[in-house]
């Protein structure tokens, strides 16, 4: 056995043409390390600058007409006060109940949405396409609610479905999206189901 130095680490020394040992070159840029550095700043710098400006970056629903707004959020209260004076979901005895209280609720809501097409539609050219379409599926919402509330009357209890807009997304949360991005929260759908 041929005797071991500290020069190799106590592994036989590799066989070198040059009589000289090789020495890893390390680190070196490649295209694809390059590559993938720039995209990885890129990222960075990217979500610095979105956390940084969220608040200037506007909704895509959102729109700037602050008497739709005022005299929307007024009628939504008043409606979302008397439906929160019904009695809860849960504080009812049996799914007849329920469809009974769901019942009161949604008329409501229906009052809310012939008082909402009442106002003068926005000024804001958004507002004026986006409000038709958000009470068209706040409609597409009540019959939901009037559906299920048909099937607990008859003393059946199953799941609340909700339907989805044409693009398939629940109307519920366009619903709320709208509402929300808009200030007007009591526009928003009750949580009473």
Request: proline share 7%; with cysteine.
């Amino acid at each position: 056995m041929t005797g071991m130095d500290a020069k190799t680490n106590g592994h036989a020394p590799h066989d070198d043409p040059g009589g000289q040992e090789t020495v890893p070159l390390g680190w070196r840029w490649s295209f694809p390390r390059f590559l993938g550095f720039a995209v990885f700043l890129f990222l960075v710098v990217f979500w610095i600058w979105a956390f940084a400006n969220r608040d200037s970056i506007a909704h895509p629903d959102t729109f700037d007409d602050p008497v739709f707004v005022e005299a929307a959020e007024s009628l939504c209260s008043v409606r979302q006060a008397n439906i929160a004076e019904l009695p809860l979901a849960g504080a009812v005895e049996n799914a007849v109940e329920r469809g009974e209280v769901l019942d009161l609720a949604t008329d409501q809501l229906e009052l809310m949405v012939a008082e909402l097409a009442q106002i003068a539609l926005p000024t804001d050219p958004k507002g004026a396409a986006g409000v038709p379409q958000w009470l068209t599926d706040y409609d597409l919402f009540l019959n939901d609610r009037r559906v299920y509330a048909d099937i607990l009357v008859t003393g059946e209890d199953p799941k609340f479905l909700i339907s989805a807009n044409d693009q398939g997304v629940r109307v519920t949360d366009l619903l709320t999206t709208f509402a929300e991005v808009n200030e007007m929260p009591s526009c928003a759908p009750s949580g009473d189901i």
